[in-house]
C-alpha cells in the first residue's frame, strides 16, 4: 500500500490490520504503527485472484477505490486472463421446498 508520507512502500499485515512504512518507518507519527481498514476476507480473497494473474509483481495492486469489477477490467485490457465471479450466496433463510 501506499505510505501516506512518502512512497509506495508501505507493508500490511491483514491479519492484524497495521501498516510499516519501509521507507520512513512512520516517521510522521513517531514511527508507531498506523492502523488500516481492509475488505473482508471474502473481497480480500476475489482482489487477489484477479491480481495474481498480471505478470509483474508492482502490477499487482488495489486501491480502496477500485471494486473487483474495475480490477477485472484491467486485466481485460491488458490482455490477462480474467477470472470469473464466484457466485455470491443466497441472502437470508432459505425458503422451504414445496411438498406434494
Ligand atoms: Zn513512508
Known amino acids: 500500500m501506499d505510505c501516506p508520507d512518502c512512497t509506495p512502500a508501505a507493508f500490511v499485515w491483514p491479519e492484524q490490520p497495521y501498516t510499516l512504512c ?11 504503527w498506523r492502523r488500516v481498514a481492509l475488505p473482508d476476507a471474502d473481497a480480500m480473497d476475489e482482489i487477489e485472484e484477479i491480481v495474481a494473474f498480471r505478470d509483474m509483481p508492482w502490477e499487482r495492486n488495489w486501491d480502496h ?21 464466484k457466485p455470491k450466496p443466497p441472502k437470508g433463510p432459505a425458503l422451504a421446498g414445496e411438498g406434494g
Do not use: I, S, W
Open 22 to 32: 519501509a521507507y520512513c518507518f512512520n516517521g510522521a507519527v513517531g514511527n508507531r
Open 65 to 85: 477505490t477500485e471494486t473487483a469489477d474495475d480490477l477485472r477490467a484491467e486485466n481485460a485490457q491488458h490482455g490477462k486472463y480474467v477470472p470469473p465471479k
